[in-house]
């Protein structure tokens, strides 16, 4: 993607400056003085929301963890309905789907030569099950995917692979890109190699005795063989006995099982438009989670964030386009709701989709997937005062939004969050409540409103880069 207009000359001057200089002179039509206080008042009071803080108490309180096609989930379902009508929403309802459930069982590892060392252990999902005796056996070691990768068929049979690698913090996330490979495929390659089970070094930047679980995925036909994540300290310390020099062995007991096809299903909830000539704006969060912990990071502090932000611009007055929230039913074990929303909904009209998944710390930065010049420069001269940089990055939108962004090719806008902590709790027992700092989530509701009360009153044409698209989609 091209860069647009240079940023540090939009951080340095008053907003007022900006509306009136040069640099956008005709190219906001929109920024009418009258427009610009009602944003100023709008951010004003959304940097004191506490709305997404309630509704992310709530959920992690009232509800706790919520497992995708379990019981749990379906009890936050309901939980959801009941919230989303007493914030005054329209056209609350669940649409359900069938998955395939995977529900946790014992855990334990533990080195038992060449010196007995106990080990934090999570079992991936969709790992395979040691059953209940446990398995024994040695230790191969590989210090990265790619040497996994290539590890030929029958190399490592009656062995467990361990596959580390050097995740960094990063603000942006990235380093979950470099490293998540070692978690979502590498048990399929181990398997593939003939491994009777595999460990990994936890995808996290934490140094807690956490384990970090998270899905896998193998592929057809391949054995799926009990995989799990061993905490930070506890890799650091296998990684160290694995350079002693002799055969280091490891017993296993993981005991995950299958349920079969269950019902999740998707909460939706809208702000009804009043031009219903206009394609709706969809908005997303999921509400499923891991078992291991509340999950406030992950991603009540989403919906509460996206939810907050539509309740205070239906609050304002009915904005000219839908928006629609989508608080997916499963997304952490494969997507099924985001998958499930692209196919229920693939033949209507999108204008935009948005995704809050990283968290609960502030948003510093703004990217698109948008065509309108003028209206990427009125959202991110509208965003600057809240300390949100313009980026040149393609917007992607997240996980529960891509089935829909694949088939209606909607204008995507991502309000990036700073990942600096997030991977320190990512699917662990430490992303519960006190993690949520209220002042930066409000952050996020402004940013948020922020963006919505553009888009939802804009009646141009939104669509994705880099051409237009044959009418709005
Ligand atoms: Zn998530």
Known sequence: MRADTPEPMIKQLPLLALVLSPLCAGAVPAMAQQDLRNLNDMQKAAMSDDVAYDITEGLVTEVGHRMAGTPDEARARDWAVRRLNALGFANVHVEPFQMPVWVRGKEMAQVTAPVPQDMYITALGTSGSTGDKGIEGEIVYFPNM????????????GKIAFVTHDMRVTQDGSGYGFAGPARWRGPNFAAKAGASAIVIRSIGTDQHRNPHTGGTTFDEGVKHIPAGAISNPDADTLERLVALGQPVRMKLVL?????????????IAEVAGSDASLAPIVIACHLDSWDLAPSAFDDAAGCGIVTAAAKRVMDAGQPKRTIRLLWAGAEEVGVFGGAAYGKAHAD?????????????????????HLADAALKDEIALALAPLGIERGDAHAHGGADVGAII??????????????????????????TMDKVDPAQMAQNVAAWTTVLNIVANHDGAIAPEPMAASGEM
């Open 406 to 431: 694949e088939a209606a090719k909607p204008a995507v806008i991502d309000l990036q969050q700073d990942g600096t902590r997030y991977f320190d709790l990512h699917h662990t027992p430490d992303d």
């Open 146 to 157: 790619s040497q996994l990768i290539a590890a030929p068929a029958g190399s490592l049979n």
């Open 348 to 368: 209507e009209p999108h204008a935009l989709a948005m995704e809050s998944d990283f968290g609960a710390d502030r948003v510093w930065k703004v990217d698109f």
């Open 255 to 267: 005991t995950p099982r299958d349920m079969g096809m269950q019902e999740s299903g998707n909460v």
